[in-house]
Antibody, heavy 117, light 108 residues
């Protein structure tokens, strides 16, 4: 059974950084990629980045320079770090699985990140 | 980027009624890369339809998808109380992936 389990809620001050983890299980880790998608209050889902089975990473231009995605293959875990946080980054951050160019089929439970002074 | 526009914004229907949700893309989308999700309050999205018309595993056959090019439709043939939530369309064929703004389905 496929599971994507994310780290818990975080509160940060503006200008700080946050790192969210996504521990995967139940499938061949290197056969699928992981996306990061966020949802700000009342807003649509927003795609942030993709790391594929080989470790290739693609970022949305909206986050270029502030977003770092990494992975630990031995732990089948993917990480998302967002820096220079501002209040507009307050959102639920999801990791989600797919193969290239096709549908996302499984989602993590989401991690709420609150940016507030 | 491809902008997906969903209509209506909110749909309020009774159990047993038919729901028709629309997703229009700002440019042509490959049918193989169009999906629909349901999101209930406080939950993650759940995949309903992929490839524009293929039901995901364990999705009841009252859910169906259709369309091509820039116009896609999700139909729920006979609403059940558990069908409430927000429905999103999503295109994965052109980077960056994008989502519609959602249609909120309320069950009377």
């Amino acid at each position: 059974q496929v599971h994507l389990v994310q780290s818990g809620a975080e509160v940060r001050r503006p200008g700080a950084s946050v790192k969210v983890s996504c521990r995967t299980s139940g499938y061949m880790f290197t056969s699928y990629g992981i996306h990061w998608v966020r949802q700000a209050p009342g807003q649509r889902l927003e795609w942030m980045s993709w790391i594929d089975g080989t470790g290739f990473i693609k970022y949305s231009q909206s986050f270029q320079g502030r977003l770092t995605v990494s992975r630990d293959t031995s732990a089948t875990t993917v990480y998302m770090e967002l820096s220079s946080l501002r209040s507009e980054d307050t959102a639920v951050y999801y990791c989600a699985r797919s193969v290239p160019w096709l549908q996302i089929d499984y989602w993590g439970q989401g991690s709420l990140v609150t940016v507030s002074s | 980027e491809i902008v997906l526009t969903q209509s209506p914004g909110t749909l309020s229907l009774s159990p047993g009624e038919r729901a028709t949700l629309s997703c229009r893309a700002s440019q042509s989308v490959s049918s193989s890369s169009l999906a629909w999700y349901q999101q209930r309050p406080g939950q993650s999205p759940t995949l309903l339809i992929y490839g524009a018309s293929t039901r995901a595993a364990d999705i009841p056959d009252r859910f169906s998808g259709s369309g091509s090019g820039s116009d896609f439709t999700l139909t729920i043939s006979s609403l059940e109380p558990e069908d409430f939530g927000v429905y999103y369309c999503h295109q994965s064929g052109t980077s960056p992936r994008t989502f519609g703004q959602g249609t909120k389905l309320e069950i009377k």
